[in-house]
């Protein structure tokens, strides 16, 4: 009876440890057809570039007399605004959806080139409104009654392109965000990581400070990151810090959105209008808003500032030179506005590829011919509502040992916990064999000394 249980228990071993191979087999499969393979993970245009693309390539075959720009509509088609019905044919003909309006760009472009030659007046700034085909001049609390009258009269006389409307607070670069960086002149945000093939840098906003500051990464002064090599501000607003020991830390192409968590870039683009983007920064985080114009210009106290993204995502002071993206793309660096995040406002980003290419930079952490095109994340749903999403969420800072050998070994979307079960049902394979070997050889060592008395 007691060797009719040993048998029973030494089958259910050996039964339950080749389960366990089975089932570890089956946990590495289902995880290796999980995991993105290397093509899948290689930048690839999003829907909202895509419609974008379209949009401007029609519009620059066109011409700028036929049209008037063009934008991304609700359902996430191209929709070109055009000057006549011919020329509505062509677009539709194209895929796109058209939209007949009464001023071609041609004119629009000539109200935005009178305002530029008129005085300037800070508090300030215009845009072309493609959706409505005007040019919407706005001016802020800072704006004096005479001077916001003699440019109401300028705008009368541009034949009814012009659209004059006043807005609330004032207008102010954010210095003061994604990871905070500190100098002697405020704090600011980093933008992005970026190289020139040699040395790796810090792409954030020009007026955070001119070439020479020195930044920490705290506002004691005892870590200090890097140094302004060059900045380009008022005009662009964009600026270079380079790293003290010239390299960042691996998973330089990670942004902060904050919670000890951040987004993957896998590439960069421009904005395009109705496009859903996402800002983070170190006093406000994340926000998200839309894309309301291109090539804005802005009056601020310190200067002028043209060729600008003006957004609906609201900032605050301190997210000066932060990340502005979309589905894993670098769009823009934080430029200014006005508003708070409390009642929102109007936010303006410095173009991330006129930055780059002025610069003469590329995104760091990924392959050269990624890191200036734009590319699309496998986007986390849970992280943001909407056809948009920021990108692909991940830990920001492994520091801490999160990403130990044991950690990455638990975890369930790795192979780790399937090759677990397979070492320890090989190891239990291994135990009951040599048990079993063990006892047959006592059981034959008994036998052997009874039989010779």
């Known amino acids: 009876m007691r060797h009719a249980r ?20 089956l946990m590495v499969t289902q995880a290796m057809a999980a ?34 720009g063009s934008w991304i509509g609700t359902d996430g088609r191209p929709v070109v605004a055009v000057t006549n019905a011919d020329t509505a044919a062509e677009v539709k003909e194209a895929g796109a959806r058209p939209k007949v309006v009464d001023h071609s760009m041609k004119e629009l472009k000539s109200a935005t080139k009178s305002l530029s030659s008129a005085p300037r007046v800070a508090g300030t700034s215009w845009a072309v409104d493609y959706a409505h085909n005007e040019v919407v001049v706005r001016g802020d609390s800072t704006v004096s009654a005479s001077d916001w009258s003699r440019m109401t009269k300028l705008a009368d006389g541009l034949g009814g392109s012009v659209r004059m409307e006043r807005t609330q607070g004032t207008f102010t670069t954010r210095l003061n965000g994604a990871q905070p960086i500190f100098s002697t002149g405020g704090r600011c945000s980093a933008g992005f990581n970026v190289t020139n093939g040699q040395s790796e840098f810090i792409l954030t906003a020009g007026h955070c400070g001119p070439a020479g500051s020195v930044w920490f990464a705290d ?14 501000f008022p005009g662009s607003d964009f600026s270079l810090v380079q790293y003290t020991n010239g ?24 904005a395009a209008v109705g496009q859903r983007v996402f800002r983070s920064g170190s006093t406000s985080g994340l926000h998200d808003g839309k894309v309301t114009a291109l090539n804005a210009t802005v009056n601020y106290p310190e200067g002028t500032v043209t060729g600008l993204i003006e957004t609906t995502v609201c900032a605050e002071p301190g997210d000066s030179g932060g990340p502005l993206f979309s589905d894993g793309v670098a769009l823009g660096v934080t430029s200014g506005g006005n508003g708070d995040c ?5 936010t303006f980003f410095q173009p991330v590829i006129k930055a780059m290419t002025e610069l003469g930079v590329r995104l760091a952490g990924l392959p050269q011919a990624a890191a200036s095109a734009g590319g699309q994340a496998a986007s986390d749903p849970s992280a943001a509502p909407g056809s948009a999403q920021p990108g692909a969420v991940e830990p920001v800072d492994t520091a801490d040992g999160s990403d130990t050998l044991v950690s990455r070994l638990t975890n369930p979307q790795n192979v780790g ?6 070492a320890g049902s090989i190891i239990a394979l291994v135990a009951t064999r040599y048990i079993r070997t063990e006892q047959e050889r006592n059981r034959y060592r008994r036998h052997y000394s009874q039989s010779w008395g």
């Open 6 to 25: 040993r048998r029973i228990v030494r089958r259910g071993a050996r039964f339950a440890a080749v389960g366990g191979l089975l089932c570890g087999g």
């Open 35 to 68: 995991e993105p393979s290397a093509t899948s993970r290689a930048p690839s245009g999003s829907a909202a570039q895509a419609a974008a693309d379209m949009g401007a390539g029609l519009v620059s075959r066109l011409g700028t007399s036929r049209t008037a």
């Open 219 to 232: 506002n004691g002064g005892a870590q200090q990151v890097g140094r302004t090599i060059t900045d380009s």
């Open 247 to 270: 390299q960042t830390e691996a998973g330089s192409n990670v942004v902060a959105v904050g919670d000890g968590k951040g987004v993957r870039i896998n590439g960069a683009a421009d």
């Open 342 to 346: 409390a009642s929102g406002g109007t």
């Open 417 to 422: 916990p399937g090759l677990l079960v397979i």
